[in-house]
């Protein structure tokens, strides 16, 4: 069993940069594959990125602004630059033991932590 629970989000000015955490409790980080997601207002939630053996991967939308890391097996970070407007979210982490974006294989899901980017 692992527990995650988000933290970091906040409002921010277009342009800048946030970083948000997910920090586990239970068995470590390193035994799954961690993904961020994101839900708009209105709108399904969706992949954002992953990191799975240490090798991430991204959704196109923020490839090149966002970097996932995962640090000591019990937190994984998402450090987000040049925000958009459109990328403000709720942001949650997942885990899995599979290395996949498909939402219905995550096993462990975080609350998640609102970030809203204004214009």
């Known amino acids: 069993q692992v527990l995650l629970v988000e933290s970091g989000g906040r409002l921010v000015q277009a342009g800048d940069s946030l970083r948000i955490s997910c920090a586990a409790s239970?068995?470590?980080?390193?035994?799954?594959?961690v993904n961020w997601y994101r839900q708009a207002p209105g709108k399904a939630r969706e992949f954002v990125a992953g990191i799975s053996y240490s090798i991430p991967y991204y959704a196109d939308s923020v490839r090149d602004r966002f970097t996932i890391s995962t640090d000591n097996a019990k937190n994984a970070y998402l450090e987000m630059t040049s925000l958009k407007p459109e990328d403000t979210a709720v942001y949650y982490c997942?885990?899995?033991?599979?290395?996949?974006?498909?939402?219905?294989?995550?096993?462990?899901w975080g609350k998640g932590t609102l970030v809203i980017v204004s214009s």
């Open positions: 997942a885990a899995s033991a599979l290395s996949t974006t498909v939402e219905d294989d995550m096993e462990f």
């Open positions: 239970g068995r470590a980080l390193s035994s799954y594959a």
